[in-house]
Nanobody, 119 residues
């Protein structure tokens, strides 16, 4: 059983900053990547940022230069530092953990945390 517990999020004015954190626990096994997705009302869930076990990162274009994803491989935590927030960043943010079970990639999700950016 794998659990992801998120913290952070909340309400912030445009131009402000927030930091999201996520801690994974349980029988995790071989981690492939950790990251963050978001889903705004009426929209599909989209990848925001991801970091692999080699520390290579991937960001959606809309957050480049504003968001930074980082991880701690020892504690299996991932963080998302969000700066220069915009109203269009408003969404529920979900922590994601991808592990390898033999040759199968398995994704685990956090419960989601609301980020609201006011104009």
């Amino acid at each position: 059983q794998v659990q992801l517990v998120e913290s952070g999020g909340g309400l912030v004015q445009a131009g402000g900053s927030l930091r999201l954190s996520c801690a994974a626990s349980g029988t995790i096994g071989r981690v492939n990547s950790m990251g963050w997705y978001r889903q705004a009302p009426g929209q599909q869930r989209e990848l925001v940022a991801m970091i692999g076990v080699d520390d290579r990162t991937n960001y959606v274009d809309s957050v480049l230069g504003r968001f930074t994803v980082s991880r701690d491989a020892v504690t299996n935590t991932v963080a998302l530092q969000m700066n220069s927030l915009k109203p269009e960043d408003t969404a529920v943010y979900y922590c994601n953990l991808e592990v390898l079970r033999f040759t199968t990639r398995v994704k685990y999700w956090g419960q989601g945390t609301q980020v609201t950016v006011s104009s």
